[in-house]
């Protein structure tokens, strides 16, 4: 397991944009797969963009065209570019490692505790 810690949460006017990072305890050279994962309020926490070790990426159709995650092995960092934002795309997010399966999926053995974005109409 690896300590993962997000930043750069915070409240921003609807089609504007946030960078969220996520710094790992550790190397995350290793890491099969990284995500970002959001959770609303009376909602299911979903899986929103995922990265491989080999930089193979996964969106939700929610988000595709409008987010980008990458990663940065040598800082430990993982990353989550959000642009055109909606007021839908208010939620808690969550960064996490893991496990890749098949196209679209993570099992998450790390969580971090979470940032809040909040997008106002």
């Known amino acids: 397991q690896v300590q993962l810690v997000e930043s750069g949460g915070g409240l921003v006017q609807a089609g504007g944009s946030l960078r969220l990072s996520c710094a790992a305890s550790?190397?995350?050279?290793?890491?099969?797969?990284m995500g970002w994962y959001r959770q609303a309020p009376g909602k299911e926490r979903e899986l929103v963009a995922r990265i491989s070790s080999a930089g193979n990426t996964y969106y939700a159709d929610s988000v595709k065209g409008r987010f980008s995650i990458s990663r940065d092995n040598a800082k430990n960092t993982l990353y989550l570019q959000m642009t055109s934002l909606k007021p839908e795309d208010t939620a808690m997010y969550y960064c996490a490692a893991g496990i890749r399966v098949g196209t679209s999926s993570l099992v998450v053995d790390s969580w971090g505790r979470g940032t809040q974005v909040t997008v106002s109409s």
């Open positions: 550790r190397s995350i050279f290793g890491i099969n797969a």
